[in-house]
């Protein structure tokens, strides 16, 4: 028999004491372990500042870039790879 399972939509909690940022660029490495590492970045005319550090699994990154994708209706195409060229041999 099986059991009927509801969903129940979770209370969004704010923060209101957090600042608000702003950015220029996210720098993003990959760890080994499948976690990445996400730097986020203010331009300032002295120096770069790194705003917030983010420690995100592979799918809730995923989740995150397909949620900025729709909300911006920007889907970045890949670009062509450029096949390497084996080294020639030498004789």
């Known amino acids: 028999m099986q059991t009927e399972t509801k969903s129940v939509a979770k209370e969004f909690q704010t923060n209101d004491s957090l600042p608000l940022l702003y950015v220029d660029g996210v720098r993003i490495n990959k760890r080994r372990d499948g976690v990445y590492f996400i730097r986020v970045i203010a331009n300032l005319p002295e120096y770069f500042s ?17 949620s900025l994708c729709k909300s911006t209706d920007y889907y970045p195409k890949k670009a062509k790879s450029i096949p390497k060229k084996s080294p020639k041999t030498v004789k």
Do not use: A, K
């Open 50 to 66: 790194e705003q917030v550090r983010l420690m995100v699994d592979d799918s809730h990154l995923h989740r995150i870039i397909d």
